[in-house]
């Protein structure tokens, strides 16, 4: 898929990921198509990295893919025993204390948990494939845009392992606790008119529509009032943690906060 940002000087590019900024908007790219954006502790630093390295004035952050296929999850490498060059293997990891375990995935948790910060929104545009890790990356994002020939699926369960990239609890908020352990336990490929039923995404459109839809939808986006759409967001997040009625009290909370801006005697 061609890149839109392809003419702005990357503020990050390196290990298979690339941060381009145009004021309100960032765009991260994983840029590996011939290994199908295959991930690597690499790859995850480079996207915690480029996270922290958003600038202040970016609303929006849009999530693509180089290629045919959004990501293939992990690369096949980290099932080897030597592994990746310079990293633990997954032996070295099972050998190591408890607290070096949960440490490093700990670590490589970071690059898919910054996406849901209140203070931007962010859009996965997937197309192809997007397997393990690649699923759960496009599940990181607030928002997903899917290309008709999508095919999600979480195949940690059979390899032995659990899905620990952050992706169970969004999984299970968008499709609900039976259909997230069916997807999950049996492996299988959710297409893009499930995905769209189920909530997984907000809109399929043919490929060679997908770049036009994620564009006219960060305009969308960017059409509000930043500040009240920061609010919101905090608002919806939060939302399945409150009761009926903590949920009632941080409307009025909030709507206090606009309203004091608005008029001019905000803190």
């Known amino acids: 898929m061609a890149s839109p940002d392809q003419d702005l ?73 030597e592994g ?40 996965a545009a997937v197309q192809g494939h997007a397997i393990g890790a690649g699923f759960q990356l496009a599940l990181a994002c607030d928002l997903r845009v899917v290309a008709d020939d999508v095919k999600f ?11 620990d990239l952050t992706g169970t609890h969004p999984l299970v908020s968008l499709v609900g606790y039976a259909r997230a352990l069916e997807i999950c336990v049996t492996g299988r490929f959710v297409t893009a008119d499930e995905a769209v039923s189920t909530g997984l995404a907000n809109v399929a459109v043919p490929a060679g529509q997908l770049d036009d839809t994620v564009r006219d939808l ?25 009761t009926y009625e903590e949920q009632r009290g941080a409307e009025r909370q909030a709507q206090a906060r606009r309203l004091r801006d608005l008029a001019g005697v905000g803190d």
């Open 9 to 81: 000087v990357p503020v990050l590019d390196k290990d298979g990921v690339r941060l381009t900024v145009d004021d309100a908007i960032a765009t991260v790219t994983l840029t590996n198509p011939d290994k199908r954006n295959a991930q690597s502790p690499a790859l995850w630093r480079a996207l915690t990295e480029a996270g922290r390295q958003l600038p202040g004035s970016v609303r929006v952050v849009l999530l693509r893919a180089e290629g045919k296929s959004f990501s293939a999850g992990l690369d096949r490498q980290a099932f080897t025993p």
């Open 84 to 123: 990746f060059d310079g990293e633990p293997s997954f032996i070295d990891l099972a050998r190591g204390s408890d607290a070096e375990l949960d440490a490093t995935i700990a670590e490589y948790q970071e690059a898919f948990t910054w996406w849901r910060r209140s203070d931007i929104v962010s859009v």
């Open 153 to 163: 699926a979480m195949r940690e369960t059979s390899l032995g392992l659990v899905p």
């Open 218 to 242: 960060t305009a969308a986006l960017l059409a509000a009032p930043r500040d009240a759409v920061i609010e919101t967001k905090a608002l919806l997040r939060g939302a399945q943690e409150r």
